[in-house]
């Protein structure tokens, strides 16, 4: 077992970016990479590998410094007691950008834990279990690829996502996308059908972990923006939401979520979405 420590580039805590101060996490090999941050700040990282050990580190976001987004937003009237509050928060990486597109097609406007469980059921058909762990191998293009529509509509995805998910995972190689800037991600992955603005949000988010690109259309904004405009809001209204933060909107969608539910966003209650809803299921 290799170890090693790293001190994160800016603010950063483990334990609000993984709702833990110790993570064990699934990396290809397969194996497992354990990781703790010590109550000086530096982070250890212990994998099997030097390269379980480097994609460990892109999993926990270490050298993704966000000071500037923290600066630029301090006093921002919506996004800023996130900020100040939050600080450390960073979203965390999937291990594989595959792993990011099955997220991304599972998840579209249903419930998380509903989502989380469609993707559990597909990595059990498809990837090996992580020695000594009940976690699975993040999943490579080859081996969702290899899974027919059938059966990943078995396993709880919809006809159409089940073969939307197929075609792109036997016509793209997803890890090259790192190799792209992100309009042009975002361009090829919105041709296919069934791939809208939150699901290239999922890939460029958590599978390349970049910021500028946020989850238009992800049900806790709808929920965020409804509470704030008294009325049940539209998908794509989201993104008027998240457009004046620029190249930091995917962070600052993750943001605005995370303060939301701590009672940090002004004018936006917890339950205000949920007679917005009424009222609108009611007017249909």
């Not at 941050?37 to 099997?48: I, W």
């Not at 989850?215 to 209204?237: A, N």
């Amino acid at each position: 077992m290799l170890e090693t420590v790293v001190r994160p580039h800016g603010p950063y805590s483990m334990r609000l970016s993984a709702r833990t101060g110790e993570v064990t996490v699934a990396l290809p090999g397969p194996e497992a990479g354990h990781a703790w941050q010590r109550s000086d700040g530096v982070v250890v990282l212990r994998a099997a590998s030097e390269a379980g050990l480097e994609r460990l580190r892109f999993v926990l976001a270490l050298d993704a410094d966000h000071t500037q987004f923290l600066r630029r937003f301090a006093r921002d009237p919506l996004l800023g007691p996130s900020t100040r509050a939050l600080q450390g928060l960073r979203p965390l990486r999937t291990a594989t950008v595959a792993h990011a597109l099955l997220k991304a097609v599972a998840g579209q406007l249903i419930e998380a834990r509903r989502a989380h469980a469609i993707v559990r059921a597909i990595l059990r058909a498809c990837s090996a279990e992580v020695p000594g762990t009940q976690l699975r191998e993040p999943p490579s293009a080859g081996a969702l690829g290899r899974l027919a529509p059938a059966e990943l509509s078995r396993l709880g995805l919809s006809a159409q996502r089940a073969a939307t998910l197929v075609r792109l995972c036997r016509g793209l190689d997803p890890e090259r996308l790192h190799d792209f800037p992100t309009a042009t991600v975002r361009a090829r992955l919105e041709r296919e059908r069934g791939m809208g603005p939150w699901s290239s949000g999922i890939v460029v988010l958590e599978g390349l972990g970049r910021y500028d690109h946020g989850l238009v259309g992800d049900l806790g904004l709808i929920k965020l923006c409804s509470s704030l405009h008294g009325r049940w809001v539209e998908p794509w209204e989201t993104a008027e939401l998240l457009e004046p933060y620029g190249e930091w909107q995917g962070l600052a969608g993750v943001y605005l979520m995370a303060g939301w539910k701590r009672g940090l966003v002004p004018g936006a209650s917890a339950d205000g979405w949920r007679p917005a809803r009424a009222r609108a299921h009611h007017a249909a």
